[in-house]
Structures are given as C-alpha cells and as structure tokens.
C-alpha cells in the first residue's frame, strides 16, 4: 500500500470557472475546444491572475484525441509550459486536482491551471475500443458471476445491484434511493449550470421507467457536454500576492486511492470502490484534522442514487449501514446535519466526465465563500468535503478550508467588477453568463498569444452568451 504523506507545501485554489452542462448532440453543442476555453477564461478572470503566470497545465477528459488538452491551453497563450493530458474514468478531474496539488506540494510549480470537459455521446456509457481487454472487464465478471446479468445498460446493473445489497443488509427501500434522487433534482433547480432543473415529485422518481430495480430513470445520472476549470496555487504565490488570499480556499486534506483485494470479494457494494473511497476519506479528514461529523456540506459522486446511498457509509458521513436512516431524517439536504450535493449532483447538475470533479470543487469553493446566494448552506461553513470516483478504479476525497481560517457566515462574496483586477462582473455562483473580449484580452498571455491557435473558438463562445 502506498505510503501517505501530508503535502510538505500548503496547495489552494485560487479561481474556477464553468460552462453550463448539456445534453450532448444539441442543436447548438459547443466543442471541446470552446468548452475548455470557455470554462478556463473564467477561472483566470475568478483567480485574478493572467495565463503568463500559470506554470504548468493539466488537461482533464475521456472520449477525445491525444493532446487534445494542448489544442485547449494554446488558445490561452503558447507559452511552453508543460501540458499533461489525463483520463482516470469518472474520477478524471479531480485526478487531475490531485497532480495539481501534488506539483505545488513539492514545490515543482507555483500555479498550476487545471482544465477538464467532455463532448459526450447519448445514452449510457460504453466501450470505445473493442479490440481489446476492457479495463472494467474482471468487475462485469464478478458481477455476472454473483448478481447475473440483464440488458439493462452495464453500469445502472452494477450500482443497481449495490443498491439491492443495500437493501438486503441494511433494510433500506426502493423510496429511500427514489427520496435521494428528489433531493438531487430538488437542489438543482437552484443552480443555474445545471443540464436538467426540473424539481420531482418522490411519485415521478418512482414511477419513471424502472432500469434495475431499485434504479429508476430519474435516479440516474445522464451524459453531458460541459467543461469546467480551477487554479492552484502555492503559498508564495499568495504571499508574493497578498491581495488574492481573500478568494483563496485552502486544499486542507487530499487522497487519491485505488482498489484492494475486497473489489473481488463477492459484494456488489464492494464491486463499486466502497473501499477505495473509505480509505481515501480517512486519510483525506485525517490530514485536515476533521471528522466526518464536522462536514455541514459535501459534494458526492452520485452517478445514481444508489451510489450517494453507500457512499454516505463510506465517507463516515453515517454509521456503516445508517444512510438510508440519514436520508429519511432529512440530514442530506438543507436543514439537516449535511447538505449533500447543493449543486444537483450528477444526477441533475450532470456528468460530463472530465468536468465532474473540477466542478464539484467549484461548487464547494463557492459555498466557503459564501456566494452560493440562495443554495448556501444556511448560518454558513468553514469546511467542505469532495468525493468523485471512478471504476476501475480511483476515489478521490478532498477536503476545502478557507484560508484565511475563518467561515464563510464571516465571509464578504469578492466583489465582481469586471473593470478591476480579478472578476467577471457578476457572482458567477449563481450566474451562468459569459466575459466581454476586454476581459480575454486581460487573462490571454500578453507574451505568447497566437490568434491562429485560438482561431475563430472566440467568436463561437462569444456568440452563445
């Protein structure tokens, strides 16, 4: 097992910016190339630093070409910083958080811009490359081999099942997992980035087209065009820039970890990385010196509702088998212990795989600010909880602080003024709007733009706003 250690440097993020998630092949559907221009422009506007400053860049996606994450970064400016392209499954960007911090960490990059999005197909995730073994193929075995198998989509199959074992174990019901998807859809009405913000009724969950019992269609997460984006930095940046400290949140406690031998032990809760994010929660609260009844909200990996329901188990957020007690209390929404998934989650918000962790972690940055306007957690945090997974697999758990310490009931929302240093003009938390050419002009590298790189990308963003 690979050893843990504390980050020997502090890591925060500095700025995020995001593009409104939607259903992939829409009329209008942006490329990827918009999508990460889009989403990186408005962190840099957020971090208030221009693209001269950012060291190295980290490119966050799935389904795309290689060096598809230099297509994106050079249309910021074609600086020669280092560019690595990542894919870790679902768990994609928040993997790539994870080399952001550890690169600060260690001191090899003082800022550190990281990139994630994802143009998707419709309908269920499947295998892109059929010549050859499936990464996922010895879990869809075990699967077959324990719970058999039906023709319903792969993946709500697995989660389903770990549902149903849930079920078995621990007595939770088919409404328990229908109440946490109304919860989802419930939150996303108030998030203006959101692919689907239609509130339901617990009856619609139920009585939409069951997939895998107890797995109803609106208990699932869809595919979604999105892109999102965040900057890291170290403490001499902040130091050497005392005027960002304010917008500052603080990396307190990180972990990335990945399968053990229990993935193959005959549970279907085991086959879903229970495991790997358990480990990963106790070393990420342990390093911020929190624990798990601490958390007041937390975004989770809710591909479906039966994924939110073990996860609860395995963050400590519960008891082992008392999650579907945490939810029918109401301790997983706005007054209650934790507010889970403000955002939406996948579930509602949407699923664009390389996107997911970065805006998770937007969305936490935005509560400890305290700018999330009405999907703020009332009376306001001071520490917030991520967890993003991958089969596969990967499970990264982070937890957020504000840096200067303090909560964010004390916290002034950082003035948004697009004609002064740092802003895009508005709250971006509860604003889904765009940037004005003066305000690309100020974060594009003064150095080494290149309008061929950046080509007509502008002009197409420009003209969705």
């Known amino acids: 097992m690979a050893k843990h250690r504390p980050s020997p440097s502090p890591a925060y993020i500095l700025g995020v910016g995001l593009t409104k998630f939607a259903k992939p ?16 422009i408005k962190a840099l506007l957020d971090a208030g630093i221009n693209y001269d400053d950012v060291d190295q860049g980290i490119a966050c996606y799935c389904y795309g070409d290689s060096t598809s994450g230099q297509r994106v970064f050079y249309q910021f400016g074609m600086t020669q910083a280092p560019v690595v392209n990542v894919n870790n499954n679902c768990a994609t960007g928040s993997t790539g958080l994870w080399m952001a911090r550890e690169k600060v960490g260690c001191g090899a990059a003082d800022v550190v811009m990281v990139v994630g999005w994802e143009k998707m197909a419709r309908g269920s995730l499947g295998r892109t490359f059929k010549d050859r073994e499936d990464p996922v193929g010895r879990t869809v075995d075990m699967m077959k081999e324990t719970r058999g198998l039906t ?31 109304r919860i989802n859809h419930a939150h996303s009405a108030r998030n ?12 619609q969950i139920l009585s939409s087209p069951t997939l895998h019992h107890p797995l109803t269609k609106l208990q699932c997460c869809p595919t979604s065009d999105g892109g999102a984006a965040a900057i890291i930095v170290s403490e001499a940046f902040l ?36 495991t790997m994010t358990a480990l990963a929660a106790r070393h990420a609260l342990a390093e911020a010196g929190v624990s798990p009844l601490d958390i007041p909200v937390c975004e989770l990996h809710d591909c479906f509702s039966a994924n939110e329901m073990i996860t609860l188990d395995a963050l400590g957020l519960c008891p082992r088998g008392k999650a579907h007690e945490m939810v029918r209390a109401g301790d997983i929404t706005y007054g209650g212990r934790c507010v889970v998934n403000p955002s939406g989650g ?5 699923h664009p795989l390389g996107a997911t962790g970065i805006a998770q972690a937007a969305e936490l940055v935005w509560q400890l600010r305290g700018c999330a306007g009405d999907r703020g957690v009332p009376g306001g945090v001071s520490v917030a909880l991520q967890h993003n997974l991958g089969l596969g697999g990967a499970a990264v758990v982070t937890v957020y602080k504000r840096a200067d310490g303090g909560g964010s009931a004390d916290a002034v929302c950082i003035p948004q003024d697009e004609e002064q240093e740092g802003g895009v003009g508005y709250n971006p938390a509860v604003e889904a709007r765009g940037f ?8 594009r590298s003064r150095k080494w733009a290149s309008e061929w790189a950046l080509g007509d990308t502008q002009r197409k963003v420009e003209a969705r706003f």
Do not use: C, W
Not at 25 to 40: C, M, S
């Open 25 to 40: 092949l829409a009329r209008n559907a942006a490329d990827y190339t918009e999508l990460g221009f889009e989403a990186g």
């Open 436 to 443: 004005t050419r003066a305000q690309v002009e100020r974060v």
């Open 239 to 274: 130091t050497a820039h005392p005027h960002l400290r304010p917008r500052a949140i603080l990396i307190a406690g990180q972990h990335l970890a990945t399968d053990s031998p229990t993935l193959y032990d005959g549970s279907a809760i085991s086959l879903m990385g229970y």
């Open 192 to 203: 203006p980035y959101s692919q689907f913000r239609t509130p339901y009724t617990l009856s």
């Open 346 to 350: 996948l579930i509602s918000k949407g």
């Open 151 to 181: 023709d319903a989509p792969g993946t709500a199959q697995m989660f389903g099942n770990a549902g149903r074992e849930y079920m078995e174990k621990y007595g939770a019901t088919a409404e328990d997992f229908a109440e946490i998807a």
